[in-house]
């Protein structure tokens, strides 16, 4: 890690990506564990971290924990998601996602020669 930590990332999360396809759950964690005691910046761990959640989704069938992995990376990046929300607060996110949903225009598949 000391020397090469470029290349040593890339090892330990073909690794952890090729353990998940096996259904490895210990060596991904081992591999992802390595990864996550490295002092890197987030953005150099996020693969890891995605490889984390399939795994908890995936593997351990614990969407939940998948969800809290998510959030624990994203507060990290700086994005921060409130614990509880309020109907009213809900409302008005729900309105303006329909407002946004409602200017996107679905492109057919007639329209794709």
Not at 40 to 58: H, N, Q, R
């Amino acid at each position: 890690w000391h020397n090469e930590a470029t290349l040593s990332l890339d090892i330990f999360s073909t690794l952890a990506k090729s353990e998940f396809c096996n259904g490895d759950l210990k060596e991904v964690e081992t591999c992802l564990g390595n990864i996550f005691e490295q002092d890197l910046p987030i953005e150099k761990k996020a693969d890891a971290y995605g490889v984390k959640m399939f795994s908890f989704y995936y593997l351990k069938g614990e969407p939940v924990n998948a969800i809290e992995v998510g959030l624990e990376a994203l507060s990290q990046l700086g994005v921060k998601f409130p614990n509880k929300i309020s109907k009213l607060a809900l409302a008005r996110e729900m309105i303006k996602t329909k407002r946004m949903l409602k200017q996107l225009r679905i492109v057919g598949l007639s329209d794709h020669h």
